[in-house]
Nanobody, 123 residues
Framework: QVQLLESGGGLVQAGGSLRLSCAAS????????MGWFRQATGKEREFVAA????????YYGDSVKGRFTISGDNAKSMVYVEMNSLKPEDTAVYYC????????????????WGQGTQVTVSS
């Protein structure tokens, strides 16, 4: 069993930065592939970024490439996403996700979800 808790969301102006954190609990956390998704009001959940369990490979959604960076710290059971050059269209609830078998680039292959943290980007 893995529990995920996101933090770091908030209100930021366009062009600003935020760093989201995901704290994981569970004895085998370091064997999970981790990811971030987001869901804006009235829209489907969208892939943002993912990292494999060893930290050797990262993946990004097209809309955030070059602006967001995902990283992980297995020793601390943490996953982060650094978000730069934020745009109003980045406004959404951001969810942390864990998958034991797949790198989580689609919301259909997730074992565990966090509760989400709101990010609002003002223009």
């Amino acid at each position: 069993q893995v529990q995920l808790l996101e933090s770091g969301g908030g209100l930021v102006q366009a062009g600003g930065s935020l760093r989201l954190s995901c704290a994981a609990s569970g004895r085998t956390f370091n064997r999970y592939n981790m990811g971030w998704f987001r869901q804006a009001t009235g829209k489907e959940r969208e892939f943002v970024a993912a990292i494999n369990w060893s930290g050797t490979n990262t993946y990004y959604g097209d809309s955030v490439k070059g602006r967001f960076t995902i990283s992980g710290d297995n020793a601390k059971s943490m996953v982060y996403v650094e978000m730069n050059s934020l745009k109003p269209e980045d406004t959404a609830v951001y969810y942390c996700a864990a998958s034991s078998k797949w790198v989580p680039t689609t919301p259909t292959r997730i074992d565990y979800w966090g509760q989400g943290t709101q990010v609002t980007v003002s223009s």
